[in-house]
């Protein structure tokens, strides 16, 4: 097995259990499905009020899911004592449809863990199916914390 790229090598889901009970996370039911030593997998369910008018799934929400599963990763890696963590830039294309009911798996693995600049890739799938949803790529600027 590999070593685990995270800041805290036994971090656990307990740990981040905190940040999806507000804001976004807790609005979109976003929550942390399982943590390994290089990825960390989101869920989301589709849920009528994520929906554009044809009733599927909005891009924008495919986004949020993308951006927030690369930036709790990114904030893993950091010592979040003296750093932090900001998404950069977010590249989504949407793949395939999701409908109302379905849940959202998003996995997101390391591309580059620079110093100062973190590239992940992330992809969306529904759960039970093979086809994809969403990619995207997220790149997060480390900063330092003042």
């Known amino acids: 097995m ?3 790229i995270w800041f805290k090598k036994d971090i656990s889901i307990n740990d981040l259990s905190h940040l999806f009970s507000e804001r976004m996370l807790a609005h979109l039911k976003i929550k942390i499905e399982s943590i390994s030593s290089n990825s960390l997998i989101l869920s989301m369910p589709v849920t009528e009020e994520i929906t554009q008018p044809l009733g599927l799934l909005h891009g924008g929400a495919s986004c949020v899911l993308a951006e ?10 950091v010592d979040y004592n ?7 830039e977010l590249n989504a294309t949407h793949l395939s449809p999701a409908k109302v009911g379905e849940i959202l ?3 997101c693995t390391p591309i580059k863990l620079g110093k100062t600049i973190h590239s992940w890739d992330i992809s969306i799938y529904a759960k039970g199916r093979d086809s994809i949803i969403s990619k995207a790529r997220l ?5 330092k914390k003042s």
Not at 68 to 77: K, P, Q, R, T, Y
Not at 82 to 88: D, P, Q, R
Not at 139 to 143: A, H, L, R
């Open 105 to 107: 798996l998003a996995t």
């Open 82 to 88: 003296t750093s932090f963590a900001l998404g950069l």
């Open 2 to 4: 590999n070593s685990p």
């Open 139 to 143: 790149t997060t600027m480390i900063k």
């Open 68 to 77: 927030s599963v690369g930036s709790i990763a990114s904030n893993m890696v």
